[in-house]
């Protein structure tokens, strides 16, 4: 791949995964201000770059994501934070219903038994007993798959891969998320995924790292209001 002379940061998982997807789609994906120009890293418009902000660093939970064909593509996607800050602990995949990708299956397999999935506890996870709590999750939990999609497509992306069944699902607690509302949220809409993978990461002992990705995750969220405006 030929690198882009005007990147700030190296590409990562996340970068690859679109610039791939785009290289193989037979049409373009036409965002909301899709002719502003934009940071090839950031993906921001100019006036509202922040790649001075990213500052990687490694992190105890390793992550994985799974992302919803209409959700990569997106300037105001938030999954790729992960990828800036934690690129090492980070890896993204496309989601397929059927056909997971066989590196996908073997990174699973890599991390099997200490693997969960980012998902609110649901009626129909409590009937099958396959979820985790926080105070429950023991010290083996260390590989988080998050579900980048809209809440309805997550829903459909759990529900409808049999390949995802036996993973448990991991929620977090309504007193983390309400604290975390408290402290950071300025809204009381859905969190983005940046924020969901920030409260588990404090709810699973990693505390400088869930700060560091909220404030990165702010930063990113000014900026974008930021470039709507504009």
Known sequence: MIQ????????HCVDLLREQLEQISQRAFIARGSNTVRCPSCL???????????KAMTSPITFTLLYHNTEIHKPT?????????????????????????PALLERLNAFKDRTAILYPETEKRKISGNYLIADKAGDNLNHIILLDATWR????????SRWLD??????ISSDAIRSFKTRHAKHDHQFATAEVAAMCLESLNAKKEADALTKYYNIFNERSMSSRRR
Request: glycine content about 2%.
């Open 77 to 101: 996607n938030s999954g790729r934070l992960l990828a800036d800050l934690f690129p090492d602990q980070t890896k993204a995949y496309l989601w397929s219903r059927t056909e997971p990708e």
């Open 44 to 54: 921001m418009s100019e006036l509202a770059c922040f790649c001075s902000e990213r």
């Open 4 to 11: 882009n002379p005007k990147r700030k940061h190296p590409p």
């Open 153 to 160: 497509l997550a829903s459909k992306m759990l529900h409808q």
């Open 166 to 171: 036996e993973i448990p699902t991991y929620s």
